[in-house]
């Protein structure tokens, strides 16, 4: 953890539940995110995942229950005070952007820096170029600065994300299978980097994720989702046998067990 991090939890999730449509994605669903703790949510396909971390974002409304970010209640239709709002990082599963906007790395990371609400006043050119500089060296990207974003590789993109997150103090990073789209050494060294910055940041960190192995070797505390929370402990819990049949079925435990090389599974 993180020196001077508390263990207080920056994220407090109790009795949420969304609809899409008619339909209950989320049902009841209760958690907390301590400071300086990677959490990871798992589950398969139509689990509610995405569902219930947009809801969070407050992308999508809840119906119940109640949801709270550093002290402070997310409204049902997903206002948070902006000074809360702008320690919230996110990062998808794709970046998708028009190829044709002539936007350079320092000033994509830029707009971070000018995502203030009203609490948080312009402070000044200099102070802006000396975090996006420093935001950029952190994930070994100021070399990139001048490149225009449409130029750059998958892990290249990534990293410049990771960047965008740091140019402001956060207190929750969250993501949604954000290494998607990389082959293994760039989502490995992704990886690499995330946690390193979670140590030096103090981050909590929420992600889902399909990669059981990388979940297993990097995350803190596992939530194991389908609509509900099925079940919630270290990895070696969450990730026993009998918790993960619970959530996919009997055939990927026994596959999960009859194979000796790291896969990744379908959520």
């Given amino acids: 953890m993180h020196p001077g991090v508390s ?9 949420f539940t969304v609809y899409r449509g008619d339909y209950p994605a989320v049902q009841g ?5 301590p400071s300086g703790v990677d959490t990871a949510i798992i589950g398969p396909n139509g689990a509610g995942k995405s569902t219930l971390v947009q809801a969070l974002l407050g992308i999508f409304p809840h119906q119940s229950g109640e949801v709270r970010v550093l002290g402070h209640r997310l409204s049902a239709k997903g ?6 709002r702008q320690q919230v990082a996110y990062l998808p ?3 998708v952007f028009d190829r044709r906007i002539p936007i350079t790395v320092s000033e994509l990371v830029g707009l971070g ?5 009203p609490q948080l006043p312009w402070a000044g050119g200099r102070a802006r170029h000396q975090s996006v500089r420093a935001a950029l060296a ?4 100021w070399h990139l600065r001048d490149q225009l974003m449409s130029s750059l590789s998958g892990g290249e993109t990534k990293r410049v994300l990771l960047a965008y997150c740091l140019v402001r103090p956060r207190a929750l990073l969250i993501l949604d299978e954000a290494p998607a789209g990389l082959d293994a050494v760039g989502e490995s060294e992704f990886y690499d980097l995330l946690h390193q910055l979670k140590r030096e940041q103090g ?13 297993r070797r990097s995350c803190d505390r596992v939530l194991c989702m389908n609509r509900k ?3 919630e402990g270290t990895p070696d819990q969450a990730l026993a046998p009998e918790q993960l049949a619970l959530a996919y079925g009997p055939e990927l435990v026994r596959y999960h067990h009859s194979c000796n090389r790291p896969h990744h599974y379908d959520s």
């Fill in 29 to 33: 669903v209760s958690f907390t995110v």
């Fill in 93 to 95: 599963q794709s970046f």
């Fill in 113 to 117: 820096w000018d995502r203030v609400g």
């Fill in 229 to 231: 929370i099925l079940c």
């Fill in 203 to 215: 981050w909590a960190i929420l992600q889902i994720s399909h990669d059981l192995d990388m979940v």
């Fill in 7 to 15: 263990a207080d939890p920056v994220l407090v999730v109790s009795g």
């Fill in 79 to 84: 206002y948070l005070p902006p000074a809360v």
């Fill in 138 to 141: 952190q994930v070994q990207a």
